[in-house]
């Protein structure tokens, strides 16, 4: 079922806090905790069979979740040890929470670890404010089975860098709403399975923090769907340039386009248009200038860049810029020092190499350097990978994890520009058209029957993707 907007938020570190801290003001922190502890339990006792438990329980509010954990499995008749990773703070809420623990208490867990069946990571949640310590990285090292509380210590609940050391966890359960570094690599593959509960925190509360950042799902975008009026200009048209040496790429950008449903495909052919022409049937190949193709006013979606080489590009961006066309630039239209001219772009798909030679370094922070980039540009940045950032100069950010490594195939970069351009023609914006192209290009892949899909395999399956991405 297609989720509502706000379900799909992902809340940075502070910004759960100042959530936590509204919702304090009507539910008792310490009822929160409660709360937060039965949802973890309940997620334990529904795929694990009772075995001993250790519970490492941190300073904080994370390790008060723990502390109710522990008594809730030791009251469902589990063997349970607890060892205080630190002392909470004299008379705190965890201090009244872990009061209430009266079963064994293990000071040096470091020889049990290895020994019980269920390590419960209360260490650090939220709060993580700087590297693991070797002692805890230590311990940590040695425990086999893992559940997290909110998610895994050392793992950067803002960007999903590990901060020393963290554990892999088999599961995570967080609270209210999912975190980006839940979904941002390398952290990713530290949660294992993301279970998100409610606490009874109200939704109203997302209102008190300002959410720039989202899952990418269906919800965050609507795409359109057949109309019975529909005909091929008003699905929308593609244009793309084809470079004169290296033509699959901008092939395989407009058998995308046709494939996720452009009513019309023209490719402005560099070079010979007679090896465009025998490609496909459907595409129509423009005969004269460029100048006389982009005085055709219902051409106003350009992909520039697949296939082109550096003086392909700087010979055909301008003019489309000076056209005031909507361009999506890719591939050939990243060269070092190229962000000025990048600015009459209207959405920029470069992957993490390509994005460094125009942008620089990303310091440890997808999310950050995206949506710097987005407002340096004034384009929509869909920063490619395992975990595609998709960054609006207006400061939102939608974090893809739709996606599979079956896309890691030559010329599936292309393929994502000509379903990108498809749906900006086909009237979307170019935040959604950006964001909804991510995912059905993600959802091809799922669709494939084996693991190996070529580029052209998942143009096969675009269509499909594309209504599995109106449902
Ligand atoms: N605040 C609330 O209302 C609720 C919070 N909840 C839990 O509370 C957690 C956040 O609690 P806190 O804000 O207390 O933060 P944490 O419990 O994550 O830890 C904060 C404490 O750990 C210390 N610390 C952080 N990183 C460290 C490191 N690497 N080495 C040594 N010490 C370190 C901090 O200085 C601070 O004292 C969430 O992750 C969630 O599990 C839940 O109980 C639900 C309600
Ligand atoms: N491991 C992966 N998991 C998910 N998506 C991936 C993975 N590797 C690559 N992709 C996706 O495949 C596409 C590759 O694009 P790109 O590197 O430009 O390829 P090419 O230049 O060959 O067309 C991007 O959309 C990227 O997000
Ligand atoms: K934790």
Not at 233 to 240: A, E, H, L, M, Q
Request: aromatic share 6%; with cysteine; glycine share 10%.
């Amino acid at each position: 079922m297609t989720k509502q907007i706000s379900e799909l938020a992902l809340l940075t570190p502070s910004q759960m806090n100042d959530i936590d801290r509204e919702a304090a003001k009507t539910t008792p922190v310490i009822q929160l905790m409660e709360n937060a502890g039965w949802a973890v339990t309940r997620e334990i006792l529904k795929r694990y069979k009772p075995c001993s438990v250790l519970v490492l329980c941190g300073p904080g509010n994370n390790g008060g979740d723990g502390y109710v954990v522990a008594r809730l499995l030791a009251k469902a008749g589990w063997p349970v040890y607890v060892t205080a990773i630190a002392k909470p703070k004299m008379r705190s809420d965890v201090a009244r929470v872990a009061g209430q623990w009266t079963g064994t208490v293990i000071s040096n867990s470091a020889s049990y670890i290895e020994k019980v069946g269920l390590v419960i990571d209360a260490i650090f949640g939220a709060g993580l404010n700087k590297a693991l310590d070797l002692e805890i990285t230590n311990l940590l090292r040695k425990a086999k089975h893992v559940v997290a509380i909110d998610i895994p210590s050392g793992v950067h609940g803002e960007t999903g860098q590990i901060m020393g050391y963290a554990p892999h966890a088999e599961l995570t359960v967080t609270f209210f709403r999912a975190k980006p570094g839940h979904y941002l690599l390398p952290g990713r593959e530290y949660v294992g399975e993301l279970v998100v509960k409610d606490i009874g925190i109200s939704s109203n509360t997302l209102s008190k923090t300002s959410t720039r950042c989202w899952l990418n799902e269906p919800g965050l975008w609507k795409i359109p769907t057949h109309e019975i009026t529909d005909y091929k200009y008003s699905r929308g048209i593609v244009s793309i340039v084809g470079g004169s040496q290296m033509t699959g790429a901008a092939k395989l950008s407009a058998h995308a386009a046709l494939n996720t449903g452009a009513g019309l495909v023209h490719i402005f052919a560099l070079g010979s248009a007679d090896c465009y022409s025998a490609s496909s049937p459907c595409f129509i190949v423009d005969k004269d200038s460029l100048e006389i193709a982009l005085q055709d006013s219902r051409r106003k979606i350009w992909v520039c860049g697949p296939g082109l080489l550096p003086e392909e590009v700087n010979e055909i961006l301008p003019k489309l810029v000076a056209a005031k066309v909507k361009i999506i630039a890719d591939a050939g239209v990243f060269q070092s020092n190229q962000s000025e001219l990048l600015k009459g772009a209207s959405i920029i798909t470069p992957h993490i190499g390509e994005f460094k030679r125009v942008f620089g370094d990303i310091e440890e922070d997808k999310v950050s350097a995206a949506r710097l980039a987005a407002q340096q540009t004034g384009c929509v940045v869909v920063l490619k990978g395992a975990d595609t950032v998709i960054a609006s100069p207006d400061g939102r950010v939608a974090i893809n994890q739709h996606a599979s490594s079956q896309l890691a195939t030559a010329g599936s970069g292309d393929t994502l520009t000509g379903i990108i351009a498809t749906l900006l023609a086909s009237g979307l914006s170019e935040w959604e058209s950006a964001c909804a192209g991510v995912w059905i290009h993600g959802e091809a892949g799922f669709l494939c029957e084996h693991s190996w899909p070529t580029a052209e395999d998942l143009a096969q399956n675009l269509g499909n993707a594309r209504d599995n991405a109106a449902r």
